[in-house]
């Protein structure tokens, strides 16, 4: 049993977050396809590193929600997957 569990507006607030940090996430990725600076590219990179931990970390507070409603376990795919930055 947890030793606590979120009322039900901290849930929907952790929800909006967890969506919202999704959300920049996948704009991230995206956009780094469109990035021809190479330390903005860095950069951005690290801010989804970054997010994916954050994510990753909400993602457990998320288990004290008094409801069931699972939390997708896919993440978009970068569409940057070489050191020479070529979009696929």
Do not use: W
Not at 46 to 65: F, G, N, P, R
Not at 71 to 88: A, L, Y
């Amino acid at each position: 049993m947890d030793k606590y569990q979120l009322a039900p507006h901290e849930s929907l607030d952790l929800h909006e977050a967890i969506n919202l940090k999704t959300l920049c996430v996948a704009k991230s990725k995206l956009m780094q396809g469109l990035v021809l600076d190479q330390d903005l590219r860095e950069l951005m990179e690290k801010d989804v590193q970054q997010s994916m931990l954050d994510l990753a970390e909400l993602q457990q507070i998320y288990k004290h929600a008094p409801f069931e409603a699972p939390v997708p376990q896919s993440r978009p795919t970068p569409i940057i997957d070489d050191k020479e930055g070529n979009v696929h």
